[in-house]
Nanobody, 125 residues
């Protein structure tokens, strides 16, 4: 069993920054492909970013490239999402997710076996 716990969300003004964290417990952190997704009110969950097991490869939603950075620290069993130049449209609940095996694109949500409870990010204009 794998448990994921996000933190770091909050209220920030447009143009500001936040860093989200996701602590993974229960199994070997390095065994999992990790990702961030988000869901805004009234919208479907969407892919934000993903990172390979070794952290050698990262993937981003096209609209977020250059503003968001995903990283992982195997010594802390923690996944991060650094978010800069935040916009009101970034307001959403952000979820971290873990996948044991790759099935298709890293943005394919059904590939991920485990999900956190989410952390709210609100960007005011």
């Amino acid at each position: 069993q794998v448990q994921l716990a996000e933190s770091g969300g909050g209220l920030v003004q447009a143009g500001g920054s936040l860093r989200l964290s996701c602590v993974v417990s229960g199994r070997t952190f390095s065994s999992y492909i990790m990702a961030w997704f988000r869901q805004a009110p009234g919208k479907e969950r969407e892919f934000v970013a993903a990172i390979s097991r070794s952290a050698d490869n990262t993937y981003y939603a096209d609209s977020l490239k250059g503003r968001f950075t995903i990283s992982r620290d195997k010594t802390k069993n923690t996944l991060y999402l650094q978010m800069n130049s935040l916009k009101p449209e970034d307001t959403a609940v952000y979820y971290c997710a873990a996948a044991r095996f790759q099935r298709g694109s890293y943005s394919f949500a059904p590939m991920y076996n485990y999900w956190g409870q989410g952390t709210q990010v609100t960007v005011s204009s």
